[in-house]
């Protein structure tokens, strides 16, 4: 029997939901400075409004909602997802504003995109944005890739009355915190990631300075290039993403970030511990040393079987660059989309669509079914051919090592198997949906993986020609995928509740 | 009879003067005719020699190749020399005696390696405050250049600039200024209620408590 949920606690999920909203307006200041900073007036008036607009109504919802309770896991998967969904139509606002998007629902897209850490994009003449959007476009991957609740508990919101922290925490698809305490937890994922961020400024800004570029300029790609990379995102300040630097040492430094980008923090906090012995023995670190080299490989032969490029250094540069990036999620590319379906045949796009597929680490910035799933199902599938050869009455313990020694439940094989499934089926009905508009099999799973995946590489779907209801299917899958399907199963669950629930 | 004679006579005399005069008409238009025809061949010739030294100096009106022609048709234009126009954007990326000018045509930007005193006659880029120097090339076209990694490039022989760059202006939006007081007014009457409403809960929260 479905119980119908109180009033009560549609209110306590909406007082919470305002709570994370003001945190995500506060953020919003860093792009207003940046505008002022710049004499960027007429962004800065953008800003102000989306500022103002996104604590209002985050202080509406706590002011005409003031219920604070204990915040049940489902509750608070609710209020993630709910939150998310309003950050984006309200951190739509100032880019829409901006006049480089063609309508609403296009800064929409990009603003899920850039939360879901995504990267693909809509964005009109990116070329002439401003220093002051660019910095938002980036910074909604940066709060994304740690989570939006992550930065209203680190910093901003105090989820006091209730103990809803680890419920809001885990509902952006965090399995578990890194230490005991949940705010202290959110706190070492912005030491770790604000430590990248130096690294990365220290490593990008003399790159880009030895190019010729101007040192502001520099000093401003080296945080977006870095908040793109480190957090899986894909997005650049320019129209040719990181093609537009043509520069190999770019290219090895962002890997750098991509990489550390897709590992847990649990694995950052082992390492920053000096337990260095994690990279070898945890089951998600081996796991993405295996799969990462085998799709690299495929992808290379595919793209030698079609001819794609001349010479060794091509091949390999290429090959290996947007394999990575894609395995990572990131989506960062050197190629124009149409090159992916033109030049790099079918065997290199499949690699490439499985390591989308396959993403990163749990717990990390990246997205897709994730390297401890993938471990998973491979132990399980290794474990139910032992059953089958050994005697009835033997018993058949699998473990595994993820930080520590685990034993591989059923529980975690029928939610692994279960979250795998949900990824495939969603991949393949939004490919079904673009093939309905006409577009090739190939490109519509590519597309859509992409989406799901929340990595960003297109093979050219994504346009602003493409039609409002694939765009609505994309947004919608940039968010279940972000959310790893938990959330918006919440969300429906309690929906469906309240109308049939007694 | 006598009447009739030097009528006749008249007569004779009168087409001998008109056939006279006949035959120096025709000579006459001949000889017109002719000077018209020597001055037409003459300015003809003239006119010719001057348009054809003129035609000489222009070029033929060049065979622009976009963008997307480039990126969807890359295997047949690779390695032709094409002409590409578009907006320097960003900055000249510099490399020893060369630079990469990444050029946009408004469909996508394209990579142009060009020689470094070329890349020093585009006085601006594009960017948010900037209109980038409108630039011709002319250059080898690679789909996966062996020298640059596999990147979709033109190697430019010749670089034109067509139009200098502008700075662009950004007027403040008198109706984004009203916007922003109206949710700045929002923003400052939804706190005040959030504060009077946290206040008068912990008002009663310590009258509770006393009680």
């Known amino acids: 029997m479905l119980l119908r949920p109180l009033a009560r606690d549609w209110h306590v999920i909406a007082h919470y939901c305002g709570r994370l909203l003001i945190g995500v307006g506060v953020f919003m200041l860093v792009p207003l400075f940046t505008a002022i900073l ?103 991957m940066f709060m994304g890739g740690q989570g939006i609740a992550v930065v209203a508990l680190s910093m901003l919101v105090r989820l006091s009355g209730g103990g809803g922290g680890f419920e809001i925490y885990s509902g952006e698809a965090r ?79 962002t890997m750098f970030f ?163 499934t949900a990824y495939i089926v969603t991949m393949f009905a939004g490919a079904a949906l673009a093939m309905g508009y006409g577009y090739s099999f190939t490109d519509s799973l590519f597309e859509s993986t992409s989406a799901v995946a929340n990595v960003g590489l297109s093979a050219g779907v994504t346009s602003t020609s493409m039609p409002n209801p694939l765009e609505i299917v994309y947004i919608f899958e940039m968010w279940i995928g972000r959310l790893e399907f938990l959330g918006v199963f919440a969300l429906a669950g309690l929906l469906i509740a309240s109308w049939r629930g007694k | 009879m006598k009447r009739n004679a030097p009528r006749k006579r008249t007569v004779q005399n009168r087409e001998t003067f008109n056939l006279r005069q006949h035959g120096l008409g025709v000579l006459a238009a001949v000889g017109y005719a002719s ?46 020399v094409l002409v590409y126009e578009g907006e320097a954007i960003g900055e000249a990326l510099e490399r020893g005696r060369f630079a990469f000018v990444n050029t946009n045509d408004g469909s996508n930007a394209i990579g142009i390696w060009m020689s470094k005193s070329d890349s020093g006659r585009i006085s601006t880029f594009g960017d948010y405050d900037h209109t980038g120097d409108k630039i011709r090339v002319t250059g080898e076209f690679h789909r996966a250049c062996a020298e640059h990694g596999g990147d979709l490039d033109i190697h430019a022989s010749k670089v034109e600039i067509l139009i200098a760059g502008t700075v662009r202006t950004h007027p403040v939006s008198v109706s984004k200024i009203i916007a922003s007081v109206i949710a700045l007014a929002v923003l400052a009457a939804s706190g005040l209620l959030y504060q009077r409403r946290k206040n008068s809960k912990a008002k009663s929260a310590s009258q509770e408590h006393w009680d």
């Open chain 1, 38 to 140: 710049f004499a960027e007036w007429n962004s800065a008036l953008d800003f102000l409004f989306g500022v103002a607009a996104t604590v209002a109504v985050g202080f509406a919802l706590v002011t005409f909602f003031p219920e604070t309770a204990d915040i049940t896991t489902a509750q608070g998967l609710v209020i993630v997802a709910l939150t998310w969904m309003a950050a984006m139509f309200l951190g739509a606002i100032p880019l829409y504003m901006s006049g480089h998007y063609l309508n609403y629902l296009d800064a929409c897209f990009d603003a899920m995109s850039g939360f879901a850490t995504t990267g693909l994009t809509l964005v009109q003449d990116l070329d002439h944005v401003s220093n002051s959007v660019n910095m938002w476009r980036h910074l909604t």
């Open chain 1, 175 to 253: 399995e578990e915190k890194v230490v005991p305490n949940v705010i202290r937890t959110a706190r070492f994922i912005w030491i770790i990631s604000l430590t990248y961020l130096a690294i990365g400024i220290l490593l990008l800004t003399p790159a880009f300075l030895l190019e010729g570029m101007s040192f502001t300029r520099s000093f401003l790609h080296s945080i977006w290039i870095f908040m793109a990379a480190w957090d899986t995102g894909g997005f650049a300040p320019n129209s040719q993403n990181v093609l537009f630097y043509h520069s190999g040492v770019v290219e090895v430094i």
């Open chain 1, 258 to 420: 991509m990489i550390g980008g897709c590992l847990s923090f649990g694995l950052h906090y082992a390492l920053w511990h000096g337990r260095t012995d994690e990279l070898g023995k945890n089951v998600e670190p081996v796991s993405l040393a295996i799969t990462i080299p085998i799709l690299v490989l495929i992808c290379l032969v595919g793209l030698e079987i079609a001819a794609t490029y001349s010479g060794f250094e091509q091949l390999f540069r290429k090959g290996v660059y947007h394999l990575v990036s894609a395995h990572t999620g990131t989506g960062y590319q050197t190629l124009y989309p149409g090159q992916f379906s033109l030049e790099w045949g079918g065997l290199a796009m499949m690699a490439t669509m499985i390591a989308m597929g396959l993403g990163g680490s749990a717990s990390s910035t990246a997205g897709g079914i994730k390297a401890l799933r993938v471990a998973v199902a491979y132990k399980a599938f290794f474990q139910e051919i032992k059953r089958l050869i050994r005697p009835q009455s033997a018993v058949t313990v699998t473990t595994f090592h993820h930080f520590s020694r685990r034993f591989l439940s059923d529980t975690l094989i029928r939610t692994s198997l279960l979250i795998f």
């Open chain 2, 35 to 80: 000077l018209i025809i020597v001055i037409s061949a003459i300015l003809a010739i003239v006119s010719y020699l001057v348009f054809a030294s003129v035609a000489q100096g222009a070029e033929a009106p060049a065979t622009l190749t976009p963008s997307t022609q480039m990126i969807g048709q890359a295997k047949q234009l690779d390695g032709q």
